[in-house]
């Protein structure tokens, strides 16, 4: 057994804790308990840290941080920094390649809207002709395949001013002979169904579909279900003005 006190077999002073001597001075005063179960609890805690301070060397280790205590491990950190961006600025490239972009048209003029155009479509009259579309305007387009327009194309011949064409189409010339005046009606074929297409129009069901277009060539009112010359009269009767 060891001596307590400074090794040369005194005891130590009065009044002061007995503890080890002959120990670096910054450790303080080491007391010995009588019984070790008391050094229970600081043990776990000692083991504890030393457990954390040794994975955190282990970590440091691999990743090639400062601190490590093998300066002879090769460090990963930089690789391991590289490889990350890389990979971030591969992935944005991608993300950026991939992602819809949404098409921005020209803004319209305030308090002037885009005009739709007349569409490039090539119709067939009763003569076997090919008549352009954009070569007729102004023009009443009457779309009568699947209808019994006959009455309506006699109306909208009737209040459409002069100079403006009046066109029944259907996937043959339409017979209109007898039902309006044969002045202003021209009747033309749309084999393909072309100009319905163009104008986005639904499937024929049972009722005309009206498009106006101004001498311009745009696009001056599109309905879809037409009954009755009324639900476009003022349209009509403003264009070729």
């Not at 885009?114 to 954009?134: C, K, M, N, S």
């Not at 101004?214 to 010359?229: D, F, N, Q, T």
């Not at 003022?234 to 264009?239: F, G, I, K, M, N």
């Amino acid at each position: 057994m060891g001596t307590l006190g400074g090794g040369n077999g005194e005891r130590p002073h009065d009044g002061q804790p007995e503890g080890l001597s002959g120990l670096p001075p910054e450790w303080g005063i080491i007391v010995v308990p009588d019984d070790p179960a008391e050094l229970a609890t600081e043990a776990d805690e000692i083991r504890r840290e030393l457990r954390h301070e040794a994975r955190q060397r282990r970590w440091r280790r691999r990743l090639g941080l400062p601190g490590t205590l093998d300066p002879d491990q090769p460090s990963i950190g930089l690789p391991l920094l590289i490889m990350t961006i890389a990979i971030v600025a591969t992935l944005t490239s991608l993300f950026a390649a991939t992602w819809p972009r949404q098409q921005h048209s020209p803004p319209a003029a305030k308090g002037r809207p885009v005009a739709t155009p007349v569409p490039d479509v090539t119709l067939i009259d009763g003569a076997g002709q090919a008549v352009e579309l954009r070569s007729v305007v102004p023009a009443v387009v009457v779309l009568v395949d699947g209808c019994a327009c006959a009455r309506l194309v006699a109306d909208v011949a009737a209040s459409a001013r002069p100079g403006v064409a009046v066109l029944p189409v259907d996937s043959a010339v339409p017979e209109t002979s007898g039902t309006a005046p044969a002045g202003p009606v021209r009747p033309l074929a749309d084999p393909n169904g072309e100009l319905r297409r163009a104008l986005g129009l639904p499937t024929p069901s049972g009722t005309a579909s009206v498009a106006l277009f101004a001498r311009g060539g745009e696009l001056v009112k599109l309905v879809p279900s037409v009954h009755a010359v009324d639900e476009f009269r003022t349209e009509l009767a403003a264009l070729g003005a």
